[in-house]
Every structure is written in structure tokens, then in C-alpha cells.
């Protein structure tokens, strides 16, 4: 245990013997510490939620408080918090990054963060605040990799002194979850790649939100020049079959199955005749929240 958790494990033993509290003097003289270093460590008890304090006239009246200390709320925290000096060494480690790294405070305390988080990368200067703050490691436990949103906040400690607070928030399971995401996004674009057809999510309003590749060979305009734009822009044709089943998918998105043909304007001025399925979106709630429809063309 270290000196200064030696102190204030002596002090709180001594307040818990006075519940009606105890000046500075009479701390002092209990634990045979001198009055000033006695002061300071009450007051950054008192703001790390250990003692109260009552003042009555001169006199300074500290007793054990009832608030949860914050290091015990910090404890129960998923992510793992750090405080560091200005020198990114260990001096707080809260239960989760205790966990993470396998070892006690008392272990870590004064080693640098790198020293214990064990990067995969080893590339790193000396101001790490700037290289790596907002950024994603990658840390090795057990010989798993573990990925994490680093966050850096310059702070300053309660008797004055500069401290950095680190965040860790692990974040290995979104990143699978996008990297599935994106391999399920690309094989689903490769199939309706081979159709020549065009996939539009629209919303109640008529502005197009997704638009699959196929716009591409189909109309010749690429799915970020559609996305934003309202259906009708790209409609040379009649356009009423259009709006009396979208309103009647609006009052109604259980009604059957809509379908017809329709003239889309190409890129380069042509129309084309597609044929238009206009489906019910859902959200996952299964609140309406637009349509989805397939436009095929038709060569004959």
C-alpha cells in the first residue's frame, strides 16, 4: 500500500471511531501525522466523496460521509478509466482496466500506459494526447486481440498537480458487427449487380434514401447522384400511376401489391421503360416509414 492510501486507510479508521467528526488538530495528533499534509489529504477526501465537512466558527469538523466515494462509482464502470501524469504514467486504474490488464494497482502504479495496455502497434512518440486520442488500439490479452476507442482529457488532480484521464471503450464487437455489415452490403450489391434492375428505398415524402448499383447500367447515374433527390426528377413518363399508389401505400401500406410500367429519364437525355413493384417499408418496429421499390427494365 502506498503512502498516501496508507494515510487515508489511518485517517478513516480514526474518523469511523468519531462519528461526530474531528478537527485537523485532533486527526493530527490521532494518526501522528503533521497538521498541514493531515489538511491535504482530508481535502482531497472530501472531494473524492470519503469525508464531509462541517465548519463551526474557526473550527473544521470532518467526519466519515455517506456519498459513494468516486473512485467506487468508476469501479463499476464497463469501460476502462485511467489517470495518468504528464508523463502517461499509471496512477489510477479503475476495476475494469485492473481486469483488462491482470494485475493490481499497486503493480501498475508509476509504469508507463503502453507499458501495460501492450499495443500491437509499437509505433508510437512521446505525445501520445495528440497521436492517439479519439483514435482506435488494438491490445493484446491472452493472446486475443481486443479493440478500443482511446479518449485522452488533460485534467488536474485535487491537490493541483497535471493529470491525464484515459477512456477505453471496447468497441471489438461493433467492429465485427461492421466488418459482417460490410462483407453482407457487398454481396448483396454484387447480386443486384447482375440484374438489370434498380433498388429504391423512398421515403414518405418521395425522396429517394438508398439507391442500389444498378442505377449505374440501367439510367447511368451512380446511387450518390439519386440519393437526396425526389423520385419524380427521374420520371419522363406519366407520372399519376406513380403518385396515387404512393398515397394510396401512405393511408394504406397493406393494400396488394402495386406494379406497372413507367419512363425513367437516362443521363444522357433517352428515356427508359422500367417496370416499376413499390412495396411497404418498415422500420424495425414495424412503424411504416416509406418504400421500397424494384424497377426492371423492359426490352421489348
Same mark, same amino acid.
Given at each position: 500500500?502506498?503512502?498516501?492510501?496508507?494515510?487515508?486507510?489511518?485517517?478513516?479508521?480514526?474518523?469511523?471511531?468519531?462519528?461526530?467528526g474531528l478537527?485537523?488538530?485532533?486527526?493530527?495528533?490521532?494518526?501522528g501525522?503533521? /497538521?498541514?499534509?493531515?489538511?491535504?489529504?482530508?481535502?482531497?477526501?472530501?472531494?473524492?466523496?470519503y469525508? @464531509?465537512?462541517?465548519?463551526?466558527?474557526?473550527?473544521?469538523?470532518?467526519?466519515?460521509?455517506?456519498?459513494?466515494?468516486?473512485?467506487?462509482?468508476l469501479?463499476?464502470?464497463?469501460?476502462?478509466?485511467?489517470?495518468?501524469?504528464?508523463?502517461?504514467?499509471?496512477?489510477?486504474?479503475? /476495476?475494469?482496466?485492473?481486469?483488462?490488464?491482470?494485475? %493490481?494497482?499497486?503493480?501498475?502504479?508509476?509504469?508507463h500506459?503502453? @507499458?501495460?495496455?501492450?499495443p #500491437?502497434?509499437?509505433?508510437?512518440? #512521446?505525445?501520445?494526447?495528440?497521436?492517439?486520442?479519439?483514435?482506435?488500439?488494438?491490445?493484446?490479452?491472452?493472446?486475443?486481440?481486443?479493440?478500443?476507442?482511446?479518449?485522452f482529457?488533460?485534467?488536474?488532480?485535487?491537490?493541483?498537480?497535471?493529470?491525464?484521464?484515459?477512456?477505453?471503450?471496447?468497441?471489438?464487437?461493433?467492429?465485427?458487427?461492421?466488418?459482417?455489415?460490410?462483407?453482407?452490403?457487398?454481396?448483396?450489391?454484387?447480386?443486384?449487380?447482375?440484374?438489370? #434492375?434498380?433498388?429504391?428505398?423512398?421515403?414518405?415524402?418521395?425522396?429517394? %434514401?438508398?439507391?442500389?448499383?444498378?442505377?449505374?447500367?440501367?439510367?447511368?447515374?451512380?446511387?450518390?447522384?439519386?440519393?437526396?433527390?425526389?423520385?419524380?426528377?427521374?420520371i419522363?413518363? @406519366?407520372?399519376?400511376?406513380?403518385?396515387?399508389?404512393?398515397?394510396? /401505400?401512405?393511408?394504406?401500406?397493406?393494400?396488394?401489391?402495386?406494379?406497372?410500367?413507367?419512363?425513367?429519364?437516362? /443521363?444522357?437525355?433517352?428515356?427508359? #421503360?422500367?417496370?416499376?413493384?413499390?412495396?411497404?417499408g418498415?422500420?424495425?418496429?414495424?412503424?411504416?416509414?416509406?418504400?421500397?421499390?424494384?424497377? %426492371?427494365?423492359?426490352?421489348?
Amino acid at each position: 500500500m502506498s503512502e498516501r492510501d496508507s494515510a487515508i486507510s489511518d485517517i478513516l479508521a480514526l474518523l469511523k471511531q468519531h462519528p461526530d467528526g474531528l478537527t485537523v488538530k485532533k486527526v493530527s495528533e490521532g494518526i501522528g501525522m503533521n /497538521r498541514m499534509t493531515v489538511a491535504r489529504y482530508l481535502d482531497i477526501m472530501r472531494i473524492s466523496g470519503y469525508v @464531509d465537512l462541517v465548519v463551526f466558527g474557526q473550527s473544521k469538523i470532518y467526519s466519515v460521509s455517506e456519498r459513494i466515494p468516486i473512485n467506487d462509482i468508476l469501479d463499476h464502470f464497463s469501460d476502462c478509466i485511467v489517470t495518468l501524469d504528464e508523463d502517461y504514467n499509471i496512477i489510477f486504474g479503475n /476495476r475494469s482496466f485492473l481486469e483488462l490488464a491482470g494485475k %493490481t494497482l499497486d503493480e501498475i502504479s508509476g509504469r508507463h500506459i503502453f @507499458d501495460i495496455l501492450n499495443p #500491437s502497434s509499437k509505433n508510437f512518440g #512521446s505525445d501520445l494526447l495528440y497521436e492517439f486520442d479519439n483514435c482506435e488500439i488494438s491490445v493484446i490479452k491472452d493472446g486475443k486481440k481486443i479493440n478500443y476507442q482511446l479518449n485522452f482529457y488533460k485534467t488536474v488532480s485535487m491537490d493541483g498537480e497535471k493529470r491525464i484521464a484515459v477512456f477505453l471503450k471496447d468497441i471489438t464487437e461493433l467492429n465485427e458487427i461492421k466488418s459482417k455489415l460490410a462483407i453482407t452490403e457487398k454481396l448483396y450489391d454484387n447480386l443486384i449487380k447482375g440484374f438489370k #434492375s434498380i433498388i429504391l428505398y423512398i421515403d414518405n415524402n418521395g425522396i429517394i %434514401t438508398y439507391t442500389g448499383p444498378g442505377s449505374i447500367e440501367v439510367l447511368g447515374y451512380s446511387p450518390s447522384e439519386m440519393n437526396g433527390r425526389n423520385i419524380f426528377d427521374f420520371i419522363s413518363g @406519366d407520372k399519376r400511376n406513380v403518385q396515387e399508389v404512393l398515397l394510396l /401505400r401512405k393511408d394504406n401500406p397493406d393494400s396488394s401489391l402495386s406494379s406497372f410500367r413507367t419512363e425513367f429519364l437516362s /443521363r444522357d437525355g433517352s428515356s427508359v #421503360s422500367l417496370h416499376m413493384h413499390i412495396f411497404p417499408g418498415y422500420i424495425d418496429n414495424s412503424d411504416y416509414s416509406g418504400y421500397q421499390t424494384l424497377c %426492371t427494365e423492359i426490352n421489348f
